[in-house]
């Protein structure tokens, strides 16, 4: 698998960010600052995010993906598309419970000229397993089967 990476492109508050690779925790800080700047924008409408190149994504990743949906939806109203061309992808996101929270379409999306990778951003050790804890309690309230596959996990994490 290619190491992972994150692209981004904005046009009049409409926003896209494209997951290439295998994106795993390692950019979950850099996921997030990404989050909150556009969030930020007063011209932000609209966001849908692209998986239609990405190998892998952590449950750290699928985290901060939830948490980019609630938070559309909890101050926009509205629920962000998500394209994959992944069968895998498409099982992981279905068994996660993103059908209620994404606009899921399972084809390539459309044109994305004008695309850019995001700068990584290093977060310290506590900061990273702070945004792995967050991003975790996110995807447990999603569904009673989340929080089945991940209480060993937020247990271990949460004595480290």
Excluded at 78 to 89: K, Q, T
Excluded at 104 to 128: F, M
Excluded at 141 to 151: Q, T, Y
Aim: net charge negative; charged share 25%.
């Amino acid at each position: 698998m290619s190491e992972g990476r994150i692209l981004a492109a904005t046009q009049d508050g409409a926003y896209v960010i494209r997951m290439e690779g295998d994106v795993r925790l390692t950019l979950c800080t850099t996921i997030d600052e990404f989050m909150q700047r556009m969030f930020a924008d007063p011209e932000f409408v609209s966001v849908w995010v692209d998986l239609c190149d990405t190998e892998g994504l952590d449950s750290t990743t699928l985290g901060m993906l939830a948490k980019l949906a609630l938070e559309a939806y909890e101050r926009f109203g509205f629920r962000p598309a998500l394209y994959s061309c992944s069968p895998s992808i498409n099982r992981l996101l279905s068994s996660m419970g993103f059908q209620r929270l994404f606009d899921l379409h399972e084809e390539l999306c459309g044109n994305t000229l004008g695309i850019d990778e995001i700068p990584h951003v290093e977060g310290s050790e506590q900061a990273v397993k702070d945004k792995v804890i967050e991003a975790h309690r996110v995807l447990m309230g999603l569904s009673e089967e989340n929080r089945a596959r991940f209480s060993d996990l937020m247990a271990a994490l949460e004595r480290s």
